[in-house]
Nanobody, 123 residues
C-alpha cells in the first residue's frame, strides 16, 4: 500500500476556489489510479473525481463536473483537486485514495486512503 496525506482544505466563501493536494509516500504513485472522495456529516462517502496513473483519463460525477479538475504530477508523487465555483453543499471532509483498478470509482475498490482534509464553504 501507499501512504497518502491530503492538504489544502479550509474555509472559503461560496463561489470561491481551493486546491487540494494528495502526496504519496512509501511507494511511488505510479501506477495507481487515484481518486478523491468526500463525506459530509451524517452522510455516506461519495466519489468526486478519478484520474488514471497516466493522467490521460479522468472522470467526474455530474455534481462537480465543470467545477472540479483532478490532475497529477507523478514526478512529485502528488495528485491535485482544483475546486472552483464552490457551493455550500461541497462542504465535507475530502479524502484521496489509491487503487490498482484502472477505472475504479467505488470506494471498495480503493485500498489506500489518506486521513482527510476538511473543506467548508460558507454561504
Amino acid at each position: 500500500q501507499v501512504q497518502l496525506v491530503e492538504s489544502g482544505g479550509g474555509l472559503v466563501q461560496a463561489g470561491g476556489s481551493l486546491r487540494l493536494s494528495c502526496a504519496a509516500s512509501g511507494r511511488t504513485f505510479s501506477p495507481y489510479t487515484v481518486a478523491w472522495f468526500r463525506q459530509a456529516p451524517g452522510k455516506e462517502r461519495k466519489f468526486v473525481a478519478r484520474i488514471t496513473w497516466s493522467g490521460t483519463s479522468t472522470y467526474y460525477p455530474d455534481s462537480v463536473k465543470g467545477r472540479f479538475t483532478i490532475s497529477r504530477d507523478n514526478a512529485k508523487n502528488t495528485v491535485y483537486l482544483q475546486m472552483n465555483s464552490l457551493k455550500p453543499e461541497d462542504t465535507a471532509v475530502y479524502y484521496c485514495a489509491a487503487s490498482e483498478v484502472v477505472y475504479a470509482i467505488n470506494s471498495y475498490e480503493y485500498e489506500s486512503w489518506g486521513q482527510g482534509t476538511q473543506v467548508t464553504v460558507s454561504s
